[in-house]
């Protein structure tokens, strides 16, 4: 089980940017999370979705401005990002783990990480 990140870029404070995480099959039975690292700063949890994808999570500094979502028939994960600040520049990862859960502690499987910056 394999998953890839893309949609990471340069973008302008109070931009927009939509990430996908792509996984090597169904996300069906897999709870959803990204992350975030910053240089020199701990990784973050951003937001997290459950197995069954009506439970979600926001992280306090971007709640209401990001979205999380997914589409099953693509397996693909997505987080929108709007009114995009300076201090959200960071790698963004994107993991999964399997079974039943909402926003576990851990993950099993990671993507490699896009960036995201956001810079004028």
């Known amino acids: 089980f394999q998953l890839q990140a893309s949609g990471g870029g340069l973008v302008q404070p109070g931009g927009s940017l939509k990430l996908s995480c792509v996984a090597s099959?169904?996300?069906?039975?897999?709870?959803i999370g990204w992350f975030r690292q910053a240089p020199g700063k701990e990784r973050e949890a951003v937001s997290c979705?459950?197995?069954?994808?009506?439970?979600?999570r926001y992280g306090d500094s971007v709640n209401g401005r990001f979205t999380i979502s997914r589409d099953i028939a693509k397996n693909t994960v997505y987080l929108e990002m709007n009114s995009l600040k300076p201090e959200d520049t960071a790698v963004y990862y994107c993991?999964?783990?399997?079974?039943?859960?909402?926003?576990?502690?851990?993950?099993?499987?990671w993507g490699q990480g896009t960036q995201v910056t956001v810079s004028s």
């Open positions: 979705m459950s197995t069954s994808g009506d439970g979600t």
């Open positions: 099959k169904s996300l069906k039975y897999y709870a």
């Open positions: 993991a999964a783990r399997d079974g039943t859960w909402f926003c576990p502690d851990d993950y099993t499987y």
